[in-house]
């Protein structure tokens, strides 16, 4: 059965984990399975924005143990290898959003803090408890501790307590902590947001957000320069800005978002 289901529609690719079962705990199959979804949603011209969300009370509920109790020489790279998963949400040109319908401890932590941007439940429980456990929280602080002080990650990590959504948007893991009743429309505003961009203007932005913290001021200057000016006679800006000029949509922005 499967474990993760996708859905399309205006320009949106909705990903749902799936296996309430287990918490959607990470195990071989759903990684498998997400990654699948998330290559075929990428690789796709139609798709702009993609959204992770789940079903169940739990988003995501870390390691599935009972897998990861033994090794798994024949695990799929999609499986062993972090990048396949958690290493390529900041290299995607395409945006993230984070639906977190749910509980998100442990690992699912590493999913929530690599989204590009994330909306959870105010009264969920975050938190990461690997300490608790016997282990640490090793391959997901690859992704969270840039979004962390290091003071609250110190705490976060050593402590392994459980906090609520509102503590995890203070700690800047997630965008924003809602209620229930709140989240469609809270995600809804964001995915609407990101239709108004352009294609090539989110997958630019995207890859400044990756490069330009690693470079050097001088190094930084040299190259937005350039990218700036190169971004100005662009196809998509120079209809962007007679959009902007003439008063009306960019043609990349779908009709219902326009009206």
Known sequence: MALVKTEQS???????????????????QLITEMVEAFDAAEADDDVRV????????????GANLSE??????????????????????????????????????AGGMGLAAAMDISVGLVDAKFGFTEVRIGVAPAVIS??????????DARAAFLRGNRFDGAEAARLG???????????????????????AGSPNALAVSKQL????PEMSVEDAFAKTSRLSAEL????EAREGMAAFLEKRPAPWVPSESAG
Request: aromatic letters at 4%.
């Open 10 to 28: 205006g320009g949106v690719c909705t990903v749902t984990l799936c296996d309430d079962a287990h918490r959607n705990a990470l195990g071989r």
């Open 50 to 61: 993609i959204v992770l969300t789940n079903e169940g009370s739990a988003f995501c509920a």
């Open 68 to 105: 990861r109790s033994e090794a798994d020489a024949d695990a799929p790279a999609a499986v062993s290898d972090p990048m396949h998963l958690f290493g390529r949400f900041a290299r995607s040109p395409k945006p993230y959003v984070g639906r977190l319908a749910g509980h998100c401890v």
């Open 142 to 151: 690859v992704v969270c501790l840039p979004k962390m002080r290091t003071a």
């Open 173 to 195: 893991l997630i965008n924003q902590a809602v209620t229930r009743d709140e989240l469609d429309e809270a995600v809804d505003a964001v995915i609407e947001d990101l239709l």
């Open 209 to 212: 957000l990756a490069d330009v």
């Open 232 to 235: 100005f006679t662009t196809d």
